[in-house]
């Protein structure tokens, strides 16, 4: 936690805020080791970032007077991630990584190799996955949170949604056996897709491939999927 | 498990192996779903990777009949990870991404912000250590078992052993507010710096500075370490 997210209900007026949740408090204990008087590093959910005095910490709250909300949050990543939904273990930590690296829009996908239980897991509950953004924005030092989606028939929404989505993007397939290697640094907007475990079947490659996307490839390892994602996003951007 | 990587002790004679272990074998049944004659990857522990087929599958093992070793394992990347240890889970993970991705040497080196504690954990069993990285290997379908080494203390290791491992290598500290952004696409020999959670301390940073690293930086994110490295390896090989 290197940034105290400030939720709207956290706020107290327009200059204080208090903190009653377990899983903060027991961080600035014993991790932070905080005491009154601390100056700490906050921001406001989807705003600045600035720094606040640690007033009191005890058991069953802590209080914070924000002292000032100067700065912008790292900029995000021009990318619209579409993943196809990994398991539920790995997507708690997938959010994770995406959250603190700067992707801003993800849409999860169904494809052929998506096991349909995975759809039933409790971690695709909306505030499981919020919980995972969260960690990830104040690992990084960041507060816009991510917007995620769910596609769930991969026919429909590659007919119905994709069009829209690759309009004014670039459409970057991953996938192993593609010919071209994954650029480097490029600035374009970008929906990049990423398949499951096992990876995307041919049938799905060849419609994804005629709807517009490029197929890249990140050489000739496989990765687990929560790799892969770290490794594609820091080398595109 | 993208490829069975066999060990000495799996070989029966120069075309059958035998596999015994619970692990390899629920994963040859629960996830491939593999049969007698099918056709598998297979590959020798630090030697070449092939083809082999399924000859028997039950409960106590399976057999497997060695076609042909016939492909090179893909190339490693020219780098040695100098990380600060991790704690153990980030450990764990961090052992398995590191395999994957192609590092062959890896230092795991004590700092001012690891927590003593780490070195007595289990995690850090070379039977542990080995398990970790052969299940990276097994994913990213690579033969070649990294070296990992141990340095308990920092200034004995900085000056005794450091100089010769940026005799002939290019020294990268990756630290944030560094001045250079992460080179991309290099294909130096690299000795790459890595601290831990909350960062190399001041004095180190220094002292990596004056024998002869050039620091860099990931952007304003702070990321954690398992992401970090990740992201560092693929945006600089």
């Avoid at 408090?25 to 080791?33: A, S």
């Avoid at 959910?45 to 005890?58: K, P, Q, S, V």
Wanted: contains cysteine; aromatic residues 4%; neutral net charge.
């Amino acid at each position: 936690m290197n940034l105290i997210l400030l939720e709207p209900p956290d706020w107290l007026d327009a200059s204080h805020a208090r903190l009653t949740d377990a899983r903060r408090l027991q961080h600035l204990r014993d991790v932070h080791r905080a005491q009154p008087g601390d100056r700490l590093t906050v921001g406001a959910l989807d705003g600045r970032i600035g720094r606040a005095e640690l007033l009191t910490l005890d058991d069953a709250e802590a209080t914070l007077r924000i002292e000032a909300l100067d700065r912008e949050p790292p900029p995000p990543l021009p990318v619209h991630l579409l993943l196809a939904l990994p398991r539920p273990r790995m997507l708690a930590r997938t959010l994770e990584h995406v959250a603190a690296l700067g992707v801003k829009r993800l849409t999860l996908l169904h494809t052929a190799r998506v096991e349909k239980s995975y759809w039933q897991s409790p971690e695709l509950r909306p505030e499981k996955i919020r919980q995972h953004l969260l960690l990830g924005l104040e690992q990084a030092r960041d507060t816009r949170l991510p917007e995620v989606a769910f596609e769930t028939r991969f026919k429909p929404f590659l007919e119905d949604r994709l069009p829209a989505l690759l309009a004014n993007r670039r459409g970057l397939l991953a996938h192993p056996g593609m010919p071209a290697a994954c650029p480097r640094g490029i600035d374009d907007p970008t929906l990049l897709a990423i398949g499951p475990e096992g990876g995307f079947v041919d049938y799905e490659v060849e419609r994804l491939l005629e709807s517009g996307f490029e197929g890249i490839h990140l050489g000739e390892r496989i990765l687990r999927v929560e790799t892969a994602v770290t490794a594609l996003l820091a080398r595109l951007f």
